[in-house]
């Protein structure tokens, strides 16, 4: 009875003929045996559960021939087609007997870069998670809450996280990722049978259909144009090359029209020649349907044979979702709405300092139209005139518009309640008020659809406002000592996480910064997207020492040593002081100059007589953007032991690194806060102890005394800096805007 009347509703949901619908179901990998770290892979008993189901109520086609009859209006009502998606051995032990045995038919989408090499990213993971230690594995990405992985559960939990976040991120991120993991394993890694050339093959010659997934399995919105087309038809020819013959259909890696995939993909699909492509978007398809972005559904294993009839029969109700096709003012993003963002920052050029050069960096390279900057003409610190504003905006090929001030200035601690109300109210509020109307109306002038925050604490609330009133999405950049310091602040500086878990995405800057946004804010790792710092390669690169940089500092025949950063006692330039004595006695060739202004200069001036530093030890003060270049061309090596305070202060990056390296100089860095991924251990330069001068002297003197190491880490440093340039970081920066309105849209 239950048989004929599920025949029935399918029949009245899925009918032939001119008005024929195709349901399409999408499957993973079979398993004969569970695995307690992977218990989303479906089981053979419960697949071939489904097969039996679909055998007694259903017709089940090749996806071709479906498809083909579709087109005709020929349909069978009742059609079913299964496809099996990424590339498992397991398949020709549990999917290829099952289906054989029922005479059922299916079609393989293979990402080809397990043929002949590693194997697939997602099982890459759990095969490093189970090898793991127990403890003290480091876990970049936001992902530093797992440091126990005694539990099983812990582990679980780690392979789920991972394989959420790694999934967005471009590619040699993902591997990078992936090979830390794995270079910390305490046991062997058991990674599944590569799916191979032979396995193709047997598959093929059994009849089943082969379709490609690419190469690498990216998400192809986070791929260039050049990028996808290499995945969508190299993946294509690798197969046709193993099948002896034309490969006519593709699935798009995720799946999800707008989030994983763009009408410029779907293009690209049609032009590389296939026939159809395969979405996950669920629905059913029809005559009227896109052929290149057909839906799939994806059934459970688990329930009773009721449950599985009903998802069934819901998914053939189910609207067929896809995307418009391509309008002509997106064609060069492959977005569906084009980036249109709004920068509040109350650091910005022509101020030195880590952000104001990120965030002018990020809007020199974004595409012309898609950002412009609201920032201060004054600085909220002394409330003084920011100098030569107004010549630096007139230059600027991006549009800047400024008010007094964003943030209230910076003042003394109020001596008693009284008084923080009084600035409150007479003051703070009028000029929220002031900067709301002022971003508002540049909002509704220019139809910012992404308002991007420059300054967590004093910037989010007025991000925040605008997209209640205007409904434009957030993105707060966060660098890390703004997460890492305890902060007060008169209205919001306890308001972080809130800001933080309301917006629509964060960026991070390093891995370490995503760590502390998980850990102490509990940003859930799939908001945050990590964009490290971009070095400007076109005005950071090697050079001759300058001959007046040398007379003006007497530093002829000297060996010179080169710090650049505003004076605070994180940046370790007292302890570099300390080293660089210990050597000096030995070194009466050495000299160190220090670049930069900061409250720690009176302190480092007494470090320097204390230590007998005079005319060994230069404190030069602030510099323009031309000098400082020359004065990274004049260095040997760059200095700046850093090193994380009690109150948690500590780099979130550390660019400066990244533009030494860029003028072809090995660096030394402190290990700690996000200088760890700016400085590669022995590869850029080296990391030692902030907090140790011994240590610090040691490392200056490897570096001196082994010319075949000082090079070797310029040259791979200023090769870094190369493959992590400005542009690079806009691209990254681009697309996360893009996609953040793919998902609004």
Known sequence: MKSLLYRAMYSALSPGGARGKLSILVFHKIASVADPLAPDDMQLAGFERILDFLAEHTRVLPLREARHALLRGTLPSRTVALTFDDGYHDWLDTVAPALRRRQMHGTFFVSTEQIDGAALWHERVVAAVRALPDAQARLSYGFGAFADLSRPERRLALIAALQARLKYLGLAQRREAIELLEAQAVSALLLPRRFDVAAVRALHNQGFDIGAHTIDHPILTECSRAEALAEIGGSREQLAHIVGGPVQLFAYPNGKPGRDYSQEHVALVRDCGYEAAVTTSSGVASAASDQYQLPRFAPWEQGTTARLAYQIGRNMRAPDRRLPPLAPASATTGAATPVRALLIASTFAPLHGGSAVVYENLCLEMPRGSIRVLTASRNYLNQAEIEGWREHDAAAPYPIDRIALLRPPLLPAPAHLLVSLWRLLFHDLALYASTFWRAARLVRRHRINIVVVGELVTGSWLALALRGVFGCRVVIYVHGEEITTVTGGRLHGQRRADYLKAADQVVAVSAFTCDALTRLMQVPPEKIALIPNGVDTTLFRPGPPAAELIARHQLHGRRVILTVGRLVERKGVDMALRAVARLARARPDLHYLIVGEGPERARLEQIIADEGLAGRATLVGRVTQEDLLRYL??????????????????????????????????????????????????????????????????????????????QRCANQGWQLAQDNNTRAVAAQFLKVCERILARAD
Not at 692 to 706: K, T
């Open 633 to 710: 061309q004049l260095c040997e090596l760059f200095l700046m032991p850093n090193r994380t305070l009690p109150d948690g202060d500590t780099e979130g990056y550390g660019l400066v690194f990244r533009e030494a390296n860029a003028c072809r100089k090995p660096v030394i860095g402190g290990r700690a806060g996000g200088a760890v991924e700016a400085v590669v251990d022995r590869v850029s330069g080296l990391l030692v102890d902030g907090h140790d001068a011994d240590a610090i002297a040691r490392a200056i003197g490897e570096l001196l005394d082994d010319s075949a190491l000082a």
